[in-house]
């Protein structure tokens, strides 16, 4: 079988989404929007659920109609785009709660779906979602006194710690928001890890779960193993891949695994990335092929049978450093045609 197996540990997420509770006395939610990162919005929020994760964030209505279907009534899921047209019967039938962005959002909300539940989101300075200062304080006293079920914010630069942008926002949201009974919500993992002060009622914790920076504690939660086709020995002066982009120097025996750009695979890590068989390191050879990579096996003793890509040695975010990306992206570019494999927690 030449199908890439990718592994993901929901008992790594669950130790995670415990972790990042422990850091406070905040709710902890959990972001699954893309598919929790592209790891299965299905299985991870299910088994967050159990854990006893109530609240999930998603991008989309679509996504928290599917969401709904996994987890059942009960779960509070918040849709951060808000109540977009063409919503209304998702954001109904499936009992979603849509953060309101905008004023006419939140005419488009109550036109259509009288008391329906909804939040509201606030720019505090990302100048991304949510209401601006000016339009909050037009629509403050209508929409407070539908009692929202959250007012959140969200920060640019919490991956920066001592970044002055973090204080910043603070101020700007304790300004909209200091007072409101509705429950707050400020912080993604890197607010999460800036302290207790940015935690409010309940935290927005999404990279953290997935083992990703900026939560350099997380549990690693994914491992990737490319399975090896073929074997060959490359003379000094033979190219390898397209457009001849490495050039053995000396004999070289060559595996070509199994897994490419087209599952995930960012071209651009070729000539920095590695991947690992057993304990031993091996350098990618050449570009990295829509389907196939071509690896340095020599010092292997033994033609291995797969190579590792994600896993003990190696996370998403080593693998984005060589790409000049971030683990985020590593992770919801993984592709549909993994063997997906779930270890239970
Ligand atoms: C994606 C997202 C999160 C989760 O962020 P992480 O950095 O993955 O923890 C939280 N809130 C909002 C508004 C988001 O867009």
Redesign the pocket.
């Not at 329906?116 to 304080?137: K, T, V």
């Not at 959140?152 to 300004?175: G, I, K, Y």
């Not at 071209?267 to 990295?288: D, F, N, Q, S």
């Given at each position: 079988m030449a199908q890439a197996r990718l592994t993901i540990d929901l008992g790594a997420i669950c130790a995670n989404w415990r972790a990042l509770l422990a850091l406070g006395r905040a709710e902890t939610g959990a972001?699954v929007?893309a598919d929790a990162?592209g790891l299965g919005a299905e299985q991870v929020a299910t088994a967050l659920a159990r854990e006893g994760a109530t609240r999930f964030?998603v991008?989309l209505a679509e996504e928290g109609a599917a969401l709904r279907r996994a987890l059942g009534p009960g779960p509070d899921i918040f849709v951060?785009s808000g109540h977009m047209d063409g919503d209304t019967t998702l954001v109904r039938d499936a009992g979603l709660t849509p953060m309101i962005n905008s004023i006419d959002q939140m005419l488009r909300h109550v036109e259509a779906l009288p008391g329906h539940g909804f939040g509201i989101?606030l720019d505090s300075g990302m100048n991304r979602?949510g209401m601006e200062p000016a339009e909050w304080s037009a629509l403050r006293d209508i929409a407070l006194a539908q009692r929202p079920a959250l007012v959140?914010s969200?920060l640019a630069c919490?991956?920066t710690p001592d970044h002055a942008m973090n204080a910043r926002q603070l101020a700007v949201f304790r300004e909209m928001t200091d007072g409101i009974e509705a429950p707050r919500s400020l912080a993604?993992?890197?607010?999460?890890l800036l302290g207790p002060g940015y935690h409010f009622d309940i935290t927005?914790?999404?990279?953290?779960?997935?083992g990703?920076l900026?939560f350099i504690d997380a549990r690693p939660v994914v491992s990737l193993s490319l399975p090896v086709i073929q074997v060959r020995d490359v003379a000094p002066g033979e190219s390898v891949g397209y457009d001849n982009s490495w050039i053995a120097q000396a004999p070289t025996r060559v595996a070509t695994v199994s897994g490419g750009y087209a599952d995930g695979i960012l071209r651009a890590i070729g000539p920095k990335g590695w991947l690992w068989a057993g304990e031993t390191r091996c350098k990618v050879l050449g570009r990295v092929s829509m389907d196939l990579i071509g690896v340095d096996v020599t010092a292997v003793r033994t033609d291995p049978e797969a190579l590792e890509l994600l896993g003990r040695h190696q996370s998403v975010d080593t693998v984005a450093g060589w790409a000049g990306t971030i683990g985020?992206e590593i992770l919801t570019a993984l592709g549909p045609r993994y063997a997906r494999r779930y270890l239970a927690p």
């Amino acid at each position: 079988m030449a199908q890439a197996r990718l592994t993901i540990d929901l008992g790594a997420i669950c130790a995670n989404w415990r972790a990042l509770l422990a850091l406070g006395r905040a709710e902890t939610g959990a972001v699954v929007k893309a598919d929790a990162y592209g790891l299965g919005a299905e299985q991870v929020a299910t088994a967050l659920a159990r854990e006893g994760a109530t609240r999930f964030f998603v991008a989309l209505a679509e996504e928290g109609a599917a969401l709904r279907r996994a987890l059942g009534p009960g779960p509070d899921i918040f849709v951060m785009s808000g109540h977009m047209d063409g919503d209304t019967t998702l954001v109904r039938d499936a009992g979603l709660t849509p953060m309101i962005n905008s004023i006419d959002q939140m005419l488009r909300h109550v036109e259509a779906l009288p008391g329906h539940g909804f939040g509201i989101q606030l720019d505090s300075g990302m100048n991304r979602l949510g209401m601006e200062p000016a339009e909050w304080s037009a629509l403050r006293d209508i929409a407070l006194a539908q009692r929202p079920a959250l007012v959140m914010s969200h920060l640019a630069c919490a991956d920066t710690p001592d970044h002055a942008m973090n204080a910043r926002q603070l101020a700007v949201f304790r300004e909209m928001t200091d007072g409101i009974e509705a429950p707050r919500s400020l912080a993604a993992t890197g607010g999460i890890l800036l302290g207790p002060g940015y935690h409010f009622d309940i935290t927005r914790p999404g990279i953290g779960l997935y083992g990703g920076l900026p939560f350099i504690d997380a549990r690693p939660v994914v491992s990737l193993s490319l399975p090896v086709i073929q074997v060959r020995d490359v003379a000094p002066g033979e190219s390898v891949g397209y457009d001849n982009s490495w050039i053995a120097q000396a004999p070289t025996r060559v595996a070509t695994v199994s897994g490419g750009y087209a599952d995930g695979i960012l071209r651009a890590i070729g000539p920095k990335g590695w991947l690992w068989a057993g304990e031993t390191r091996c350098k990618v050879l050449g570009r990295v092929s829509m389907d196939l990579i071509g690896v340095d096996v020599t010092a292997v003793r033994t033609d291995p049978e797969a190579l590792e890509l994600l896993g003990r040695h190696q996370s998403v975010d080593t693998v984005a450093g060589w790409a000049g990306t971030i683990g985020y992206e590593i992770l919801t570019a993984l592709g549909p045609r993994y063997a997906r494999r779930y270890l239970a927690p």
